[in-house]
């Protein structure tokens, strides 16, 4: 770039420093430096008619991502040849759900451009800090499930991996939360409003048409109507840059001959229907992380899904390939819980209708091809769809799916003779006042793997959700405990624990989690662990700032930092939390102790629209809030605060000022949690039950380093089988009685209510006791400064096993059989011959 586009580009600018052209030894990075101006300047220029100095925040956010962009399309498309060449095994994950958050700072942070994108922003006048928090959250997922397969992402690229995902591009994200008098409201999330996100590449070109609805004439599924995927893809860049993976978003549109059609018979008032009830389909996220089937919207979603990803991988598999007897060895299918499971039926329709495969060759390859993840093992979330609305929608599939169970139960007839009931439980047909399909169960009978997501979940699954499958098939079944990355979670999202940790250990860490363990090396060193104190004091005052900014709440920096954030749902028992708040305001108020340690409890989360149990904890958090910041004699000692909006941005914000990590579920009921990990790895000791992955976290940090209490995943089953009796105390007393809304009794009576009663089946009474006294533990041992720091350096040092790096190598070596196809990359290849 010229000095005389340099002057167009900076003329009128407040900047009066401009770097002077690199020399050579700083060509490499300062390549990336001068294309980033250029991009910016031409995207200005170009595409909006503007200069730097004429153009809006927004529109420099815009023309730096689009710069941004460049080098990862670049770097994307060197990929993709890399894997066609090597004709590498692909891993598709499909998914419903996939939570990216904001692209920009972790991009920078992947390609190595960070801390240069700072400076030239400096220069131009720009904080890169406050450009960031200008993009929208790409919030296209509700919780753990869907940042999983973000994290995934990040892991399949930085090891080089030919993992893509495939999900929709809902225009409408997880709704907004506000708080109105301390009730949660709803408000829509336009992220795409104002021009689109510089991240997603429409792809009109590699449009695909996915039939749906219409009749059978034997098996000839006939006179289908049609709807376009229109993919959207989303660069994934792996760390260091090398490889750039894809992330393909179908949108739904309306197919013009369908519409012709009714044009030409004259109703053009129905035609516009039918186009507004086409796009609907990737209109707008379902807001519930356990989602209530039987939503005729939700399950066109999931076929739409499943129908345009699988026609898509067909597509690229035929690039190379005239027959199916390498398909299994090309392609792996990853189903992200049953969301996708018709992916087996779906397959099995291609294969036969469309390529004449014979049914036997064509199951071989469908379960071969196909894997499965459950994520939860609450009987709410597991899906059943109708039968009658399958064979409305999708009437060969549903032939299909029959096809299926009657050879299932043909072959449980012959390994299992006489056992009539075990057949009625594996039946993918539930019977009832409404005949329902069981996704879980057509999952497990078309895919070679089935894992869960913690050792003690997986052992669940096996055990409780699906004994007779795993009588069936024992070999399927498999554990790959959760993992998060390390990208976003520590080096991205806490810069200075990243650094701090990078000059005391070098920066291996950042792909290889486990060298985390040299800085046990350090536990005894006094000035480390005063500088670890220091970081996280700079993070507590940076979250005392935005706490203020988004609630006008003043909380101590000094304080304990006491973190709950997730989703809101009765099994997590954030109820649990702020009846220990209410147990220490009365010890203050009415008992006159004084407490040992000041704390902050800060809460985040959302609860779905229409689950009032979850949204009436967050009203009683906001009332007790009220109660205890107001008065003179706790407000000192107690205060509470609730973030709003959770989602990937603020836990950035907020998981690097934790001191106290939360994780209190009734255990058996969280299959594994990741904020438990993301926490631990910025340094917050644990306080939590055995549950999901918890008790791994335990075993790799040491029993000393975390706080576990409570009753055990079988004592929980055993205390409900033998009679739970849970007794009222002060605590409730003064909830029921109004204390904390103004004297309305009626408020929270469905807590009390449910507290109070035998049915609690998260038995929160049974555990408060023990969660009182260990939370008095924790306030004994964060006082000692040093002992409390020491604790937290073990916990960051410990982490390495948490990386979801260690866990796609593991799904990559025992589930999909692929491989990392970089040349010369031979560390890895090295892992998967273990
Ligand atoms: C969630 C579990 C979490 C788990 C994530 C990711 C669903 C349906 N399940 O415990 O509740 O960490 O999945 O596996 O969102």
Redesign the pocket.
Known sequence: MGSLQHEVLFSGTRVLKVRPPPSTSEAGVSRGFVQLREGIDSFLRFARGKLWSESSQREKLQALSVAVRRPALDAMRDSERRYVEQDAKRLYYLSMEFLMGRTLGNNLTNLGLYDDTKAIMAELGVDLEELEALEPDAALGN???GR?AACFLDSLATLDYPGFGYGINYEFGLFRQTFVNGFQHEKPDHWLEGGGSAWLIERPDETVTVPVFGSMAGTKWSDPKVIIGVPHDMPIVGYGGKTVNVLRLFSARSSDEFDIGIFNAGDYISAVQHKINTEAISKILYPS??VASGRELRLLQEYFLVACAVRDILKRYHQRHDSFEEFSSKVAIHLN?THPALTVAELMRTLMDDYALPWEHAWAVTVQTCAYTN??LLPE?LERWPVEMIERMLPRHLQIIQEINRRLVAEVERRFPGDAAMIHRVSLFEDGERRQVRMANLAMTGSHSVNG?AELHSDLVKKTLAPDFNRLWPERFNNKT?GVTPRRWLLHANRPLASLITKSIGDGWVRDLNQLKRLELFADDASLLERLENVKRRNKLALAKLTRELTGIAVDPESMFDVQVKRMHEYKRQLLNILHVVHRYWEIVEDRSTPLQPRTFIFAGKAAPGYFAAKLIIKLIHSVGEVVNADPRTRDWLRVVFLPDYRVSLAEAIIPAAELSEQISTAGK?????GNMKMALNGALTIGTLD?ANIEIRDEVGAENIFIFGLRADEVVKLLADGYAPKSSRVIDSIATGHFSRGDKDLFRPIVAKLLSSRDEYVHLADFRPYIDTQQQVDVEYRDRAAWNRKALLNIARMGKFSSDRTIVEYARDIWKIRPAVIGNFAHAALLEE
Request: net charge negative.
């Open positions: 919780g753990g499930l999983l992380d356990m819980d994520h939860t979330a997501v959760n969280e299959a594994s949690g990741t999901g």
